[in-house]
């Protein structure tokens, strides 16, 4: 269930017979020939067909992640640390205000990394809630999944093209990239980094049938749907 | 046009002919029977219709704001004051590096208002934009035909109740409720805050005949449309 | 009574009566040919003469505020709008700390609009204490004696002319300038701002009789007091 | 001259001709039977009577400082570090933007001393300003006066009685009182340090004559008058 | 070479043939049998082994890291995240103000995470530098080396268990800990996690023979020296 | 006892049985040719010995301060005052969340002094906890001792020669320099206060016997040892 679908009554109601909640994050930054919205896109949608059965609400997700290495990429949007880190923290200030115990934070961008440390901070404050961050795309059976599927899978690779985040009329590329260095990449600014960068891909194929995607997809929804029923203390 | 349906290229190919953006901002935020992230809806649909025609593009928005006196609505998420300005600023500085002049801010939240004054300061460094903050309800023309529709028009009353607002299932009380007095309100912590306004609607009607607010919205569309086009220096 | 002429135990005796406060916040900004603390000088004074027949003591007032716009002036000092509402947040504490209840906040700059959102996040935290801010000059029954005197009225216009803002050899200029248009300003950058305001003012008269502008003082003294004492819940 | 006597013209025709600023900065918190602003007014007569005769500009002062020791007694207003330190960063990042290159800050209280750490700071990122952190009461000339006067001078003792720090109606005690031990008091929280200091004097007699306070006011603003025309590189 | 065996005329001299740096990072924490101080002793020993031969200089250590789930550990210091970053924020600033354009931060403890994501901010303010954030333990040879010694490698197990981390007198526990999961870990305040996870050891034996430990050792420290000669752009 | 040769389980038992702790704090900034890390040497060492006879536990120390003046001089690394003032906040939030309530901060670094300033507001907050700030090198007894060595001494002249400050090979310049003027120094950014003070001395001769400095050492350690036994309330 979609917060933005319900009333304050409703969520009044849930929380008499429940106290978790869903919240994704993502960011909003180049992803190749893909949607630029893509980390969203993918946390929001795999976020709510977890928590939509189990009628647990998913809140409106935060769309902008950080990001600093990609903003020589036009409509690149990033945070600073301390922004991103404020923002989940008076996000989840709210929610613990409201009696939510039970919080998973499903992202999917993995620059919002300072999250996870933040978390703990948080957490030592408010004892009572348990909060807990998930990476949808390399939690345990969906990336084992990603590797059996191929296993050359990167940042807007053909392991973020689902038809969900493909932009119309782009089309997809043949053939495959190299894997960029990781390492090498961290040690760049912007500008440095979109000259290594090129299209922003940072290694394999641009695509891969539905039929393989629409598989992944099914095991981050399931992996998903799990940890909101028995990821918890 | 919106940035979740583009790529860093377009990206790039628009920045060459124009230079302005969109950026909804809103709230998620108890609306008596209305959907909690009415502002956010409303902003980001006002925004959207009224840019894409242009070619204009908008953004994914802000979808928490400054609603501290709500708290206790479950399902109400406030940001701090400091923590809605440094999102901003963040957003903006992102904008502005990758060749974005002319901003406009569609906001659908009057506790948003810090932001106005921030804006100056964000200028102040950034003399080559322009952000303007637009609050689409109470901007001349739409607070115009509102006014014509129903006098008694406030947070939560008909005036939000939009086809893309309401929540399913969710009937529309009849009759309408006194004016609140916002003076009052101001002084009061959340759970005072509850208890004097109740459902949580401000005062008026709950509803109106959809021709009537298709009416608003068409100037409401026109005339953020307008501020897109020649709302600049 | 200003708290510069009292001691603390004469403080801590009225504490015993009464838990009402008033504290004046202004600005030290361009005025065109006025005092370059019109904004400080009005709030203290309205705020003292107000509060003074009450017994209701009145604090040392802010003399700078928020006003980037005008950095382009001599003389012409801003703070950051983090700066401010920290400012006013450490001043509030202190009086809640030490048993005020009802503060009013007397307020002589428009551009400090800020901390009317950060008292309602301050105030969510103190349930037991009220807090108003008052802008003296645009409240309804003074706003309405201006108007009544002379629509066009404005920053650096006769309206801030009073016997008490006006610097010695100072002259007053003879006619009236055009309104500036307040939404293009709002784009500006100080440089900007100033080339396109010239002296100041922002339209209107420079002047007007003293007999009219203390029939307005009248007014605000009165409006401001009556809210000391029944501005409260 | 006061810039609250002065026009933003006259401050841009003063900037023509020479560079030096005073800021004067105090504290509002108790001081025994005398006014709890006895520091800002101290400072800001000091630093006016220095001033005026060589033509330099004052600016309106700080009236809240650093002293969370005395928020325990009613009246007193105490500013975190991190407030008061952007605070005087603001003014004079506002001050070096329009031309001020010599700034004597007048401080007339104790616990502001951690903004001397904080010009350093600023320093070194302006470096074509000159700011000098002045305490006027324990500059060696005036300092060295009063210890001839009486040796047992302190917080709010005769030595900060002034024939414009008493407060109407508040006699004098007589007699004096025994030192305290600064080092225990600095080990104190604001209760445990009222119940310590009693009336808040910190040690010896509450008052002298005035023939001999105007002789070391003499010193005083000739000392920092001085500081004006030649303490600087 | 250790900064602190070092003048700072040297430190000039050096920086007219090479521009690298290494700064250990680490915490206080408990760690079970050893030393509260065992991240940031092998941290900085790893550094300065590998630094040393290459005559590039060490700076004195970060000794506190983000630990807030040890919290309730008595003589474990948690730093704020935010605190954290803007620590090593003014480091590098330091460092790139004079002339260092490749730093290595050595890094002891896995809470300081955060830290990564903050360096690609500062870097992309600061183009011409590189700094790199190396975690010694479980950088891929170090890693293997651990692996082939023994799987079950933990925080507070033998694999920290180094000649120079252990306390006199303090014995070390037969037998090995079953791994806690990490997982459930995450979601304790302090007090739950303390309860969990007893003497502090997250799973594995408490010690293994010297011999073994230094044939880690050696990997570790040529990576790093590996990483300080080849691990730039 | 240092914390770094303690486990968690002994600060655990020395917590039943008392409450004190010590934290060195310094500096590493230039010094002429004695260490850039003498600050903290000194600091970290007199801490030691004297706390060490009453087995009071010495915290590892703050390595970096507040130096922005000395910012020209290769390895000086300055901290933020706001940085400074959270690392401090942090590090005694920990310790009085685990019962310490007695803390003396040995302060090695003038430039420190902010804390001072600082700790009254965290005591405000902390009515249970004492904290002391410490300069071991001007404490009465001292400082007189220094005095009666030799009047001239200053920032990195004999009186931090110290066998522990010495650089290897470097020579200890003969003759003595004269002193600055501390007020004119603090008038200067970096480049202008490396060009005053030269080598980085501030005034006197460059070292002085061993014999003297031991003499001083032993005054410093027991006035330490002193505040740690007889410095409270």
Redesign the interface.
């Known amino acids: 269930m979609?917060?933005?679908?319900?009333?304050?009554?409703?969520?009044?109601s849930?929380?008499r017979r429940d106290d978790r909640a869903v919240l994704p994050i993502g960011s909003?930054e180049?992803?190749?020939?893909?949607?630029?919205?893509t980390d969203?896109?993918l946390a929001a949608r795999v976020a709510l067909e977890a928590a939509e059965p189990l009628g647990v609400?998913v809140?409106?997700?935060?769309?902008?992640g950080?990001t600093?290495?990609f903003?020589?990429?036009?409509?690149?949007?990033?945070?600073?640390?301390?922004?991103m880190?404020?923002?989940v923290g008076?996000?989840l200030d709210?929610?613990a205000?409201?009696?939510f115990r039970r919080v998973l934070i499903v992202n999917g961008h993995g620059?919002?990394?300072?999250v996870?440390?933040?978390?703990?901070?948080w957490?030592?404050?408010?004892?009572k809630v348990?909060?807990?961050?998930h990476n949808w795309w390399n939690a345990p059976r969906t990336w084992a999944q990603v590797q059996a599927t191929d296993p050359i899978a990167s940042h807007a690779s053909w392991m973020e093209n689902f038809p969900w985040t493909r932009?119309?009329g782009?089309p997809v590329p043949k053939g495959a990239k190299p894997m960029i260095d990781p390492?090498?990449l961290?040690?760049?600014?912007?500008?440095?980094a979109r000259a290594y960068l090129g299209d922003?891909n940072y290694g394999g194929r641009y695509g891969r049938p539905d039929r393989e995607m629409l598989a992944i997809w099914k095991v981050a929804v399931e992996e998903t749907q799990d940890l909101i029923e028995n990821?918890?203390?």
């Open positions: 979609r917060i933005a679908d319900m009333t304050w009554r409703q969520v009044e849930y929380l909003t180049q992803h190749a020939g893909l949607s630029l919205a969203i896109i609400p809140f409106p997700g935060l769309v902008y950080i600093p290495t903003r020589a990429y036009p409509g690149t949007i990033s945070l600073k640390v301390e922004t880190l404020r923002l008076d996000v709210s929610l205000g409201q009696g620059g919002n990394a300072p996870l440390g933040f978390l703990a901070e957490l030592a404050t408010h004892p348990q909060v807990r961050l932009v119309l782009e390492e090498r961290r040690l760049m600014a912007p500008e440095a922003g990821g918890w203390l």
